[in-house]
């Protein structure tokens, strides 16, 4: 893989594991927690969608709206399908089966549909990558079985969600060439309208959800477009069945996190899976 690209991979893991945590933290938030933070990812977008628009050479096209359009849509699933996961599970059990479900099913399209051809390393390593997953996602259990299923069809759930974004994004800012900062930006605000109407019904519960969990709103708000923007440009110069596996470093931040600041179960096993996550990344790196 590039190296600019896999830097802005691996910066992005960071960012992404960061803005987990702090959503795990806030339970019960659902919809409305995620139109609060959609709505500060909305406005702090807003100036930099007014000048990518202003020195992008090629002016805006209606394909641009419709690829906002979509992923608006499929990250509104995601986020709810997300924070509902957190409510009735661990994060050591839902963020790594998201992770690695995504990317799976990413290379997996990529290949066979898109007719990628990432090399013998770049898939031997992507596996590694979804193996330790599968390892992490093993341990971490409170030991309440219904509270496990849960968190593993909910961690599928969203891992499927996050490849049908993943693709479509790939698709959007290559494909048609929308311009990253303009296709984010746009989504967000899509996002935030989305969700509106839930919000306007529930206003109390925002008022709470901003008085109490203000921090955490601001974390994910901000964290979730600086993460995800260096994703789309990385999209821009590596192959998707490339950038989507080497995103899952974030398990190994969110593993550690779950350990030490949860303080969630079973650590032997998360950092072993871990390792064997590590070591995908550096074939992917290679590949």
């Given at each position: 893989m590039n190296t600019t690209a896999l830097a802005m991979v691996l910066v992005a893991a960071v960012v992404h594991a960061a803005w987990n945590l702090a959503a795990k933290r806030v339970s019960g938030g659902g919809p409305r927690f995620v139109w609060l933070y959609y709505t500060v990812s909305a406005a702090a977008m807003l100036p930099a969608i007014a000048v990518a628009l202003a020195v992008e050479p090629e002016r805006p096209q209606w394909t641009w709206l419709l690829a906002a359009l979509v992923t608006a849509v499929l990250h509104?699933?995601?986020g709810i399908v997300l924070q509902r996961g957190y409510e009735v599970g661990d994060l050591s059990i839902v963020y790594p089966l998201a992770r690695g479900t995504?990317?799976?099913v990413?290379?997996?399209v990529a290949v066979l549909v898109l007719g990628e051809?990432?090399?013998v390393l770049g898939l031997v390593g992507a596996f590694l990558v979804v193996a330790g997953v599968l390892v992490i996602s093993l341990g971490g259990s409170t030991g309440d079985a219904h509270a496990r299923r849960a968190g593993v069809f909910y961690g599928v759930a969203t891992g499927t969600v996050i490849a049908a974004y993943t693709l479509w994004d790939a698709h959007s800012v290559t494909s048609l060439g929308v311009p990253p900062l303009v296709y984010f930006g746009g989504g967000a605000i899509g996002q935030s309208i989305l969700l509106a109407p839930a919000?306007?019904?529930g206003?109390?519960?925002?008022?709470?959800?901003w008085r109490d969990h203000r921090r955490e709103v601001l974390i994910v708000g901000f964290a979730s477009p600086a993460g995800y923007l260096l994703v789309l440009y990385a999209l821009r110069i590596?192959?998707?069945s490339l950038v989507a596996p080497a995103r899952e470093l974030s398990i190994v931040?969110?593993?550690v996190a779950a350990w030490l600041v949860l303080r969630e179960r079973n650590a032997a096993r998360r950092l072993a899976g871990s390792l064997v996550v590590l070591a995908g990344i550096a074939a992917i790196a290679v590949a």
């Open positions: 509104v699933v995601y995504g990317p799976l990413s290379v997996l051809r990432p090399g919000a306007a019904r206003r109390s519960e925002v008022k709470r959800l590596a192959p998707v931040f969110g593993g």
